[in-house]
């Protein structure tokens, strides 16, 4: 190629950087700034002095997270909510998926999406408002059920047993109809003469669906299962913050919980960001190996 | 002719669904007919999905709070500006990157830095350190400008934009146009039921964003309302000390509860206004956007 042709287009393509510039400008500031700012998780950080005279202290914030004796049963509390709702995640959106796949009604078919795809675009504060109300020990209606039928009332939000379980449940409330969306996309891009084709080999609908609709679907179940894989240290901070009260801490403290509380409600701001950045840099790991993966088995690429 | 097995699994099939359906709707219908039932009722345990001696004084509790009303002002600018912002914001840098790289060669460095940014997170206390240096504490700036650009919404519409056909750009430049007017005249108009899904995302992400309202906004009347409900529902729904004599006046046919009932619908209800045009627009939108170029 020409360098004067090259010129040219370099020229032409000016606008493309300009336009980027409030962009980047927004992104720096707001993301890439506070990237670096983690640098105060090896200081002993306090507002007044800045990060400029801050004493620097090396490991001793990232020692003292370890040392904190709920630390690990933070850890395992978001391991063990955010496997369960990866998991719940991919079982009932599909199954869900495939039963309306099967409706034959339109109407019935377009009045199940209505109803829900709602859940997912209420806040936390709004469908936690209403869980709270529901399942409240003495005047919630799910335990006026349970007392009705003769059983003693649960106090499911306080009650560490329970908790996770909650958590888990309440968001599939939430997500499950939304997440169908994408599997229903793909049930319609499976070609029709493969059913054709089963019902010619005489396989009855439970052999369509195993044979046909479920190969059809998979490369989207394992990329969003691959993709799901950075989700591990994500216990869902909006839905556990506002269910939760320290009788479930035990249970339902989750990592994203604990950097606010030790942050912002008792001001120890490099405890906070060493406990913070931890789960940034397992997560990035995490998500590195889950687009990996996504790219080798699905050829999914970011952009 | 459909075989009887097959019509009986149509029909368990649908009722099975139907059933979700009701247990999806069931928790929502019974707090709203608690906050248009008395506080009698509600207290007796009357109310399951039906209002039991109706009544609209919760409502009317609502709307005579000030800082209640105060808070939907806030909610409503920010709206405004939020969406307005982070529309120009993610339409200037999705062109661009919707470009070949043969063709804009910083394409992928450009993506790079916005990509990056969804898969490290700089962290909470960072974040709330550099929104405090920049001064922008207690001021509306806080809750539009850190997330003036959303990366997703700007590869959706990258990725409708890919999916133009490249022609559209040739011949406007054969017409002498430039990248912005090509933007703003070519591609712009054929972007738009992307950029419709795109922009009600936004809008919904930015009515019910709460959280943070509460570590940025230093005074309560600076909150918007999902912010002071979560403050409401939170603490004590009715703190005896900052009532006016007409809420007080009310506390005999209002309770605690359908109080709170009546607030959590009254922020709800935009988007229960919303969902019917929106619901048109998402799931096109939302799957072209996800389909690569």
């Known amino acids: ?303 | 002719m459909l075989s009887k097995k097959y019509r009986f699994f149509l029909i368990v099939n649908a009722f099975l669904l139907l059933l979700l359906t009701v247990a999806c709707l069931f928790p929502i219908l019974n707090v709203l007919a608690i906050s248009f039932s008395s506080k009698a009722a509600v207290s007796a345990g009357q109310v399951s999905i039906w209002p039991v001696d109706f009544t609209l004084k919760s409502y009317d509790y609502v709307f005579n709070n000030v800082s209640f009303l105060t808070s939907f002002i806030v909610s409503i600018k920010r709206v405004i500006l939020g969406v307005g912002i982070n529309m120009v914001l993610s339409v200037l840098v999705a062109y661009p990157l919707s470009k070949e790289a043969q063709d804009f060669g910083s394409r992928t460095w450009y993506a790079w830095f916005f990509v990056f940014t969804m898969l490290f997170g700089a962290g909470l206390i960072p974040g709330f350190l550099v929104v405090k240096e920049t001064g922008i504490m207690d001021s509306i700036w806080a809750l539009v400008l850190p997330g003036a650009i959303p990366v997703f919404n700007v590869l959706l519409i990258m990725n409708y934009m890919r999916t133009l056909p490249k022609a559209l750009e040739e011949s406007s430049f054969m017409d002498g146009a430039g990248h912005f007017r090509t933007l703003w005249t070519v591609y712009l108009p054929l972007t738009l039921p992307s950029l419709a899904t795109v922009a009600l995302f936004s809008l919904v992400a930015h009515w019910n964003a709460w959280f943070d309202g509460m570590i940025y906004m230093n005074r309560p009347e600076h909150y918007p309302l999902s912010t002071y409900l979560q403050s409401l529902l939170q603490f004590d729904s009715m703190n005896q000390t900052n009532m006016s004599l007409e809420q007080a006046k009310m506390m005999q046919f209002v309770s605690n509860r359908t109080a709170r009932a009546a607030q959590i619908f009254v922020s709800a209800l935009p988007i229960l206004l919303i969902y019917p045009f929106f619901q048109r627009y998402f799931v096109k939108g939302l799957v072209v956007g996800s389909v690569k170029g």
């Open chain 1, 1 to 303: 190629m020409g360098t004067r042709r090259r010129f040219r287009r370099m020229k032409r393509n000016i606008p493309l950087h300009v336009m980027m510039i409030p962009g980047i400008i927004i992104v720096l500031i707001y993301c890439y700034i506070p990237m670096i700012g983690n640098v105060i998780a090896f200081q002993d950080f306090t507002p007044l002095m800045g990060f400029a005279k801050a004493e620097w202290v090396g490991l001793d914030n990232f020692q003292y997270m370890m040392e904190l004796p709920s630390f690990y049963q933070v850890v395992w509390n978001t391991v063990f909510i955010s496997i369960m709702k990866i998991v719940s995640g991919l079982v009932a959106p599909i199954t869900v998926a495939l039963m309306l796949n099967e409706v034959r009604k339109s109407f019935i078919k377009r009045y199940v999406q209505t109803v829900i795809y709602m859940p997912h675009f209420f806040s936390w504060v709004i469908l936690g408002g209403i869980v709270v109300d529901i399942l409240s020990p003495s005047e919630g209606l799910i335990n006026q059920i349970i007392k009705a039928v003769g059983f003693q009332p649960i106090s499911f939000l306080s009650d560490n047993t329970w908790f996770p379980y909650v958590m888990v449940i309440t968001n599939e409330w939430k997500e499950v109809g939304f997440s169908t969306i994408i599997y229903l996309a793909a049930l319609t891009s499976i070609d029709p003469t493969q059913y054709e084709a089963a019902v010619i080999d005489g396989a009855g609908r439970w052999k369509q669906t195993w044979h046909v609709t479920l190969p059809g679907i998979r490369p989207t179940i394992i990329l969003l299962a691959c993709l799901s894989l950075g989700n591990v240290l994500n216990g869902g901070f909006d839905q556990v913050f506002n269910m939760y009260s320290p009788v479930v801490y035990e249970s339902g403290d989750i990592l994203d919980t604990l950097v606010y509380r030790i942050g912002l409600v008792d001001n120890n701001y490099s405890v906070a960001t060493a406990v913070g950045l931890v789960k940034s840099v397992v997560s990035l790991v995490l998500i590195g190996a889950g687009y990996g993966l996504a790219y080798r088995f699905a050829k999914y690429r970011i952009f």
